[in-house]
């Protein structure tokens, strides 16, 4: 999946300004991770401490999880009176195509506020850029202590594999993902897929990671065993209203709609455990669910016929932040047409949203290497 | 130096297009690397080869050398029918500012022929981004065995100090860099300004190389001991003439020209030698000088009209892609002005190559970090 990435540079559609869910949810998340940094400092002497972070993206989210695990190690310092970690070795991942130039660019200021902030010098601190798919090996064998990823392992390596070929591809009409129309193979094609990757993901991390690290993944799922339950699915169900209100009007091709289907896939905790205890290599310390709002937790009153356009607007610029990528390569769609499907789909959302608060289900989970 | 930027991009005027005469530096120095390469691994045992490319750029340049170290490891391998490095952890280094993006888009093509030419699987090369500047830390200690660096240490950290200071930034008037006109101290700044910056390098590559590590390293120098000599000094002597001309006509303010010096120096082989004994953790193995054609050694004939006007617009385009940010930044050039100020460079230039075949001095030099 080439083409995913999150909308690039600083402006008003840009994932930099449109993060505030993915911010929320590192909030959310933070106690556990914190929590995580702490156990693996009581049981390990680090002389050169590898932290990565995978899936960060590009925006005031990508560096704010690192210096979170940063402080936690240096607070620990001063707790105990001595240097658990003289040396960090941070590795910033995602995609090939994602903005790392971005990133980069806000490397000195970062630096500078290590420096006046911890008093860290240069000599011990390296932050490096790692592109490449996670559902595949990045680092060297045994070279991290600590692995971070928030708001990405719901989306997967490629639409589920038997809903690409030409045969399967318009088994779920209508639809952009998952939905009580869908047929069950549609559902088991992307259970499926998620099988496979997420077990990858935990292989090549068990491999790369020293014996007593940690991990600790956040990322979207579903309380319910049943996929089509309405927090896992339905802010997918909208986009496809909207893309098709344009598709009647003969300015997006329904056909293509058809076709499409989101490389996403929000899973039960026992569909994760499942996986993780065939892999073996790791032990669940925690594996907890939070309700995110889809606006991330915006104070507006929803009731207001202002405040349901706003919030309406909020999420799908949130949203179009993140999917517009796959959209455009999928779709061709012009801009101007892009512009009216994200105003079309904040009206549907903001009219939902009065009517039913449906939430993001995000679940949190502190993996811990075996010995 | 902020603003030191190649050209970015794929374009007409990006460094990607523009960029064969530092392809004709590497490949100049490529016999020099090979040795390197093989006399380390003759005496070292190497599990996991940590490799860096220092001011890789962007564009076809950046992981070519890479590539040949890489060639070189694995014709060993093959030659001694053993594995003499099992992985690969590669660090590509440039500046904040240098367009990572580019390069990491290319990193799948790049992956898939290591293991199509190579047969190397995923888990045995991890390639990086490093950005920063390599006049300090870049690496943890002991963490690298190859460290090559080409036609990137020219560049100063910073325009030299004395010369930035409103008393003394005129001192160089209607000049560039080191010019026959320049005073001794403007000289001076410069040798105290590279002396500086390169013993920083010198020093802060001790630290992150193993003992037996090797550096190869080939940038613009100059093979007589005076510093106005015009092998190092004159394209910069013609790109002022260019400048002045625009002056002239008030399209570019001359006092701009008078307080821009360029952050660049092309030392001699006694200034390198004295840096490197005085710090003392590296022997030199090498320490050569090659002329260079100021196109890269095109096959056009200069003593045609034609070849004039081609050779002068070629290297003219090869400047800009490097100096282009560095003028805007400064001098605040409109892109108009900008293209108006290298078609005269490239009239210039061509007239001044017809009558005088100037070339550029590359020095290459192949250090050892000391057991």
Known sequence: ?????????????????????????????????????????????????????????????????????????????????????????????????????????????????????????????????????????????????????????????????????????????????????????????????FRNDFSLFIKSRSRELVAGGRMVLSFMGRSSTDPTTENSCYQWELLAQAIMSLAREGRIEEEKLDSFNAPYYAPCTEEIKDEIQKEGSFTIGRLEAFEIDWDGGAVTDIHTPHGKLSVGRQVAKAIRAVVESMLESHFGIEPDVMDDLFIRYGDIVGTHLSKSRTKYINLVMALTKKW
Chains 1, 2 share one sequence.
């Open 1 to 193: 999946m080439q083409v995913l990435h999150m909308n690039k540079g600083n402006g008003d559609t840009s994932y930099a300004k449109n993060s505030t869910v993915q911010s929320k949810i590192i909030s959310v998340g933070k106690p556990i991770m914190k929590e995580a940094v702490l156990e693996m400092l009581c049981n390990n002497v680090i002389e050169s401490m590898g932290i990565a972070d995978l899936g960060c993206s590009s925006g005031p989210n990508s560096l704010s999880v690192i210096s979170e695990i940063m402080d936690t190690v240096e607070a620990a310092n001063r707790l105990l009176g001595r240097r658990m970690v003289s040396e960090y070795r941070v590795f910033l991942n995602d995609l090939y195509s994602n903005d790392f130039n971005n990133i980069f660019m806000s490397l000195p200021a970062f630096y500078d506020r290590l420096k006046e902030e911890k008093g860290l010098e240069c000599e011990s601190c390296f932050i490096l850029g790692a592109p490449g798919s996670f559902y595949g090996r990045l680092f060297p064998t045994n070279s991290l202590h600590f692995v971070h990823s928030s708001s990405s392992l719901h989306w997967l390596s490629q639409v589920p594999a038997g809903l690409e070929s030409n045969d399967l591809k318009r088994l779920n009409k209508g639809k952009l993902y998952i939905s009580k129309s869908s047929p069950q193979s549609v559902v088991d094609a992307y259970l499926l897929q």
